[in-house]
């Protein structure tokens, strides 16, 4: 049994259900249900609730006004692989191993499904890519991984969402579960049912312009195919008690910076996630607070009342929910580009050097981004510039001297964990029919 007693959850359940404490023979459980959506590849600023004027998510849009919301909320990285990993470990890449695409998460590494299903939870993943299929290790935890894809080694949200919701409906009411929902619906190519592309899509449209517009209308159906989960999980007895945890593993570029798609930098455009909390017990409210996605597990199993057993670089973020600590963190990022040949495609195609390791870390005002093999320092003052585009590096020594001490610090506290990073040529025709190589 689960000591629930400094539990924020359990307190509140002893107010809002029933059945707590003194629950007759059969109870619905009343450890929470945990669901964790990730939006791949889905940037915030698409999302309504997250200033977007498109109407293009009004489902995620009332999740939200439910929620706990954090508006400078950052991913790790720019990949699916290593963002993933640190949503599920609360472990930084160089910590996980998981550096690039492809490469497998070690069994060594503790997940959050690991740790729920060591607490009594059953555990299901319902995935929508190659990239995070079970063969890379992200099985672990999980008594359940449904990896079915309907195109190019991907799946449509709503299939997604139809058996994750049948496999929550047979759940029995008195054994908690945590179920992964993975969305890939904004990744390129965007062949989504024509009935939501159309509305974005005009016939003189090409190219960059093109893709814009269909980004648009994927976001549009993936948000559509909400509700059946949401319903569901309502429909069930115990389904009030569920904590939602949805957030993004990193968004998309369409030029900005002279990049296309993710993985090539840590920009904001693709950087900026969604995170929201939703759960009865929980007021609704927004948190301006710059936090890591590495903070995504420490914070759900802190909410849950659970142990992680392991040592995480994230931190629980409760205290700031809890209106206890308003302190703004340091966000750390790194992204590596997986192969050489991507790197002279990237080269050719935009003039980027990507080579070698990318780190950045925001701190304050301050945004620096620093790729030493690709002799690249840029320093920005998000405060003035969002957007990225006035690099101080140069003429603000004093910043930028300040900014390599904070990075020098994260980088010495992170114990390296060597992975295989060599990819076998079946992987590598795979990750290529994604579009990841060529
Ligand atoms: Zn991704």
Same mark, same amino acid.
């Given at each position: 049994? #689960?000591?629930?007693?400094?539990?924020?959850?359990?307190?509140?359940?002893?107010? #809002?259900?029933?059945?707590?404490?003194?629950?007759?023979?059969?109870?619905?459980?009343?450890?929470?249900?945990?669901?964790?959506?990730?939006?791949?590849?889905?940037?915030?600023?698409?999302?309504?609730?997250?200033?977007?004027?498109?109407?293009?998510?009004?489902?995620?849009? +009332?999740?939200?006004?439910?929620?706990?919301?954090?508006?400078?909320?950052?991913?790790?990285?720019?990949?699916?692989?290593?963002?993933?990993?640190?949503?599920?470990?609360?472990?930084?890449?160089?910590?996980?191993?998981?550096?690039?695409?492809?490469?497998?998460?070690?069994?060594?590494?503790?997940?959050?499904?690991?740790?729920?299903? /060591?607490?009594?939870?059953?555990?299901?993943?319902?995935?929508?890519?190659?990239?995070?299929?079970?063969?890379?290790?992200?099985?672990?935890?999980?008594?359940?991984?449904?990896?079915?894809?309907?195109?190019?080694?991907?799946?449509?949200?709503?299939?997604?969402?139809?058996?994750?919701?049948?496999?929550?409906?047979?759940?029995?009411?008195?054994?908690?579960?945590?179920?992964?929902?993975?969305?890939?619906?904004?990744?390129?190519?965007?062949?989504?049912?024509?009935?939501? #592309?159309?509305?974005?899509?005009?016939?003189?449209?090409?190219?960059?312009?093109?893709?814009?517009? %269909?980004?648009?209308?994927?976001?549009?159906?993936?948000?559509?195919?909400?509700?059946?989960?949401?319903?569901?999980?309502?429909?069930?007895?115990?389904?009030?008690?569920?904590?939602?945890?949805?957030?993004?593993?990193?968004?998309?570029?369409?030029?900005?910076?002279?990049?296309?798609?993710?993985?090539?930098?840590?920009?904001?455009?693709?950087?900026?996630?969604?995170?929201?909390?939703?759960?009865?017990?929980?007021?609704?409210?927004?948190? /301006?607070?710059?936090?890591?996605?590495?903070?995504?597990?420490?914070?759900?199993?802190?909410?849950?009342?659970?142990?992680?057993?392991?040592?995480?670089?994230?931190?629980?973020?409760?205290?700031?929910?809890?209106?206890?600590?308003?302190?703004?963190?340091?966000?750390?990022? +790194? !992204?590596?580009?997986?192969?050489?040949?991507?790197?002279?495609?990237?080269?050719?195609?935009?003039?980027?050097?990507?080579?070698?390791?990318?780190?950045?870390?925001?701190?304050?005002?301050?945004?620096?981004?620093?790729?030493?093999?690709?002799?690249?320092?840029?320093?920005?003052?998000?405060?003035?510039?969002?957007?990225?585009?006035?690099?101080?590096?140069?003429?603000?020594?004093?910043?930028? !001297?300040?900014?390599?001490?904070?990075?020098?610090?994260?980088? /010495?506290?992170?114990?390296?964990?060597?992975?295989?990073?060599?990819? %076998?040529?079946?992987?590598?025709?795979?990750?290529?029919?994604?579009?990841?190589?060529?």
């Amino acid at each position: 049994m #689960l000591d629930r007693d400094k539990s924020v959850l359990a307190l509140a359940c002893i107010g #809002l259900l029933a059945s707590c404490g003194d629950a007759p023979v059969g109870p619905p459980t009343t450890q929470p249900n945990l669901l964790m959506i990730t939006f791949d590849t889905l940037r915030a600023d698409h999302l309504g609730a997250y200033g977007n004027l498109d109407g293009l998510t009004p489902n995620f849009d +009332q999740l939200a006004a439910e929620s706990i919301k954090f508006t400078n909320a950052y991913a790790v990285s720019s990949t699916t692989g290593p963002s993933h990993a640190t949503i599920f470990s609360g472990l930084y890449p160089n910590e996980h191993g998981v550096l690039k695409n492809g490469v497998m998460l070690s069994d060594d590494v503790v997940t959050i499904a690991e740790v729920l299903r /060591d607490n009594g939870y059953s555990t299901a993943a319902f995935v929508s890519s190659y990239i995070v299929k079970s063969d890379f290790g992200w099985v672990q935890g999980f008594d359940k991984y449904d990896e079915h894809y309907n195109f190019a080694r991907r799946r449509w949200g709503g299939l997604t969402v139809d058996t994750a919701s049948e496999w929550i409906a047979d759940q029995p009411n008195d054994k908690p579960w945590c179920v992964w929902v993975h969305f890939m619906d904004p990744h390129k190519p965007y062949k989504q049912p024509a009935e939501y #592309l159309e509305p974005y899509i005009t016939s003189e449209l090409s190219g960059n312009d093109l893709d814009m517009a %269909s980004y648009k209308g994927a976001v549009a159906y993936m948000d559509s195919v909400l509700p059946k989960l949401i319903n569901t999980i309502s429909s069930q007895e115990a389904g009030a008690g569920t904590l939602m945890a949805i957030t993004s593993d990193h968004g998309e570029l369409f030029g900005e910076h002279g990049h296309y798609g993710h993985g090539g930098g840590l920009y904001e455009d693709t950087q900026r996630a969604p995170l929201i909390f939703k759960h009865t017990s929980l007021k609704p409210q927004q948190i /301006d607070t710059i936090v890591g996605l590495v903070d995504y597990t420490p914070t759900v199993l802190d909410m849950l009342n659970i142990d992680a057993g392991t040592e995480m670089s994230g931190k629980s973020l409760r205290p700031m929910i809890d209106g206890s600590d308003a302190t703004m963190r340091t966000v750390f990022m +790194q !992204r590596r580009i997986f192969d050489e040949s991507s790197v002279e495609q990237i080269l050719a195609e935009t003039g980027a050097n990507v080579s070698g390791s990318q780190w950045s870390v925001i701190d304050g005002d301050y945004k620096l981004i620093l790729a030493p093999e690709a002799n690249e320092v840029q320093l920005f003052n998000l405060n003035t510039d969002p957007q990225e585009l006035d690099n101080v590096a140069e003429t603000d020594s004093v910043q930028l !001297r300040k900014m390599r001490v904070v990075l020098s610090a994260i980088l /010495d506290a992170q114990t390296l964990r060597v992975s295989a990073t060599e990819l %076998s040529d079946e992987v590598l025709q795979n990750l290529e029919q994604l579009g990841y190589a060529k």
